[in-house]
């Protein structure tokens, strides 16, 4: 298995536009999170998903966030519209099983916003 | 939210030397697990600690669990250079995954 792909690697917006981050998970594996890490505030879990469905989206900072799983392999992270606080590497993750079993974590996109 | 805090938040030893790095915690826990992070990278996973385990191995790590004092510790014996990374701890309890905010670990040659 490839392992966990996210794409873009990096992105470099303007203040205002849409931001859409993707998310491959790893083949059978029926959960998915979405981390952002910055400097100031580290890794903070955004929102996860099990089986597709969202079960916890308290760490979305704002409206602005969005995150959908159409399916088990394909998951979107989107900022509508774009500010530059939300300059962060942006990681996604995958699991199966339990909540609480082994995570593993995509290279990550680095989003820088102007 | 993180409410796992790693001590020291930065640690610079010699190559060889053995390093130790601390995690404690506030609620009780399923497990506690140790994730690396190089530069640049994600994360990768180290190893998991079930709340009824005290110690577990692998390789040159060592980690240990004390669910009294709600704090684990990792070490890694006969540091190397590729060794120079961030570690994060993180527990789960309740469906929620905690992490800490990692410890910078730099490795001298």
């Known amino acids: 298995d490839a392992g966990v792909i996210q794409s873009p690697r990096h992105e470099v917006t303007e203040m205002g536009q849409e931001v859409t981050l993707r998310c491959k998970p790893i083949s059978g594996h029926d959960y998915l999170f979405w981390y952002r890490q910055t400097m100031m505030r580290g890794l903070e879990l955004l929102i996860y998903?099990?089986?597709?469905?969202?079960?916890?989206d308290s760490g979305m900072p704002e409206d602005r966030f969005s995150a959908k799983m159409p399916n088990a392999s394909f998951s979107t992270l989107k900022i509508q519209p774009s500010e530059p606080r939300d300059s962060a590497v942006y990681f996604c993750a995958s699991s199966d099983g339990v909540l609480y079993n082994e995570q593993f974590f995509g290279p990550g996109t680095r989003l820088t916003v102007l | 939210s993180q409410q796992g805090e790693e001590d020291p938040q930065a640690l610079s030893i010699q190559e060889g030397e053995n390093a130790t790095m601390n995690c404690s915690y506030k609620?009780?826990?399923?497990?506690l697990q140790w994730y690396r992070q190089n530069s640049g990278r994600g994360l990768v996973h180290l190893i998991l600690i079930r709340s009824n385990e005290r110690e577990k191995h692998s390789g040159r790590l060592r980690v240990t669990l004390d669910t009294s004092k709600k704090s684990s510790s990792l070490l890694i014996t006969a540091s190397r250079a590729a060794d120079t990374a961030s570690y994060f701890c993180?527990?789960?309890?309740?469906?929620?995954?905690?992490w800490g905010a990692g410890t910078k670990l730099i490795i001298k040659p």
């Open positions: 998903f099990n089986n597709n469905v969202p079960i916890d």
């Open positions: 609620t009780s826990i399923n497990n």
């Open positions: 993180a527990t789960s309890s309740n469906y929620q995954l905690i």
